[in-house]
């Protein structure tokens, strides 16, 4: 008979993830930079960009280049392999302490992510770690995965954000990553997250087009329109245009601002309607006025 373990509260706290930048597990001189790029988490890569005679090497120098990607302040985060054997070797070296979150390659079920869940509560417990404190990133990158986003989105307390990996999921439908094909598996992404309450990160376009760095911030700031928070970066030119594009100007940090003085005003006199600027502002409005705040700089 199969054991389950009991699961875990999910965590409270909710990062701010604007720009989350992968890095080669296996080059140490991307390692050694990582923490100097500015991303708000470095993703240390033991799948596709690892070559598969290194990735033991990788598994092993894990701990040295946590500590060395986290110097700033950033979150940590690694990214594991998708068969069975790489990911119980990824498990057992990346469960650690220092490390924020795995992020699950070609996410497409719900009982894969609490397979993995109860894996690594079992290494939690076995070293110590406080359980739940790794959570989950799930890439959604197949057209089967986008029947069960829902199921995925609210498969564990761990599950803190989900992805759509456009290249992966273009391939798989054997198109080209383009706006036409990733528009809608990355709205259906986007409110599988915000419904569960999880971070919707990624825009609609190539993440290998790094180079074009106005196509870059244009397909940013489209992102960010349509509700996205952040984007996984696979060069360190990216990250300055994720972390502009996913943060409100001093212009909407101000009207946020007088939004929610008015309404607090507009309270206590028993209304929950009002005009602002000539516009009416209810709940909703309200809604995105404190969630504007919340995206700005921390006092």
């Known amino acids: 008979m199969k054991r389950t373990v009991p699961a875990i509260e999910r965590p409270m706290s909710i990062p701010r993830w604007r720009s989350l930048l992968f890095v080669p597990s296996h080059v140490p001189r991307f390692v050694e930079t990582a923490h100097e790029r500015g991303a708000d988490g470095v993703i240390l890569d033991l ?14 120098r894990l701990s040295a280049s946590v500590a060395k990607v986290g110097r700033k302040g950033a979150s940590v ?12 070797a990824d498990l057992d070296a990346a469960v650690m302490a220092g490390v924020d979150a795995l992020v699950l390659p070609k996410t497409d079920s719900s009982e894969w992510v609490s397979e993995i869940a ?14 739940g404190q790794i959570r989950f990133l799930a890439q959604i990158e197949t057209p089967a995965a986008l029947q069960n986003l829902a199921a995925i989105a609210s498969a564990d307390p761990r ?3 989900m992805a759509l990996g456009p290249e992966d999921f273009s391939a798989s439908v054997g198109g080209a990553p383009e706006l036409d094909l990733l528009l809608t598996p990355n ?3 986007l409110f599988a997250a915000r419904a569960a309450g999880l971070l919707p990160l990624g825009f609609v376009g190539s993440i290998g087009e790094f180079s074009d760095t106005h196509k870059i911030r244009e397909a940013a700031a489209h992102a960010r329109r ?4 952040g984007a996984l970066a696979i060069h360190p030119t990216q990250v300055a245009i994720f972390n502009e594009a ?30 602002l600027d000539g516009k009416m502002v209810d709940a909703p409005v309200i809604r ?12």
Do not use: C, H, Y
């Not at 690892?50 to 092993?60: F, G, I, L, T, W």
């Not at 109860?118 to 359980?131: D, I, S, W």
């Not at 409100?248 to 507009?266: F, G, I, K």
């Not at 995105?288 to 006092?299: N, T, V």
């Open 77 to 88: 985060l690694i990214r594991v392999n998708r068969g069975l054997r790489p990911l119980a």
């Open 246 to 275: 996913f943060s409100p100007s001093e212009q909407e940090l101000e009207w946020a601002r007088r939004v929610v003085a008015a309404q607090n005003d507009t309270s206590a006199q028993g209304r929950g309607a009002f005009a």
């Open 47 to 60: 799948e596709d960009s690892v070559p598969q005679d290194q990735k033991e090497e990788s598994r092993k």
């Open 118 to 131: 109860n894996a690594v509560l079992e290494l939690e417990r076995e070293r110590n770690l406080v359980p």
């Open 288 to 299: 995105r006025a404190r969630e504007i705040i919340a995206m700005g700089p921390k006092a």
């Open 226 to 229: 349509l509700g996205f928070v």
């Open 187 to 189: 709205l259906s992404v």
């Open 159 to 161: 599950m803190i954000a």
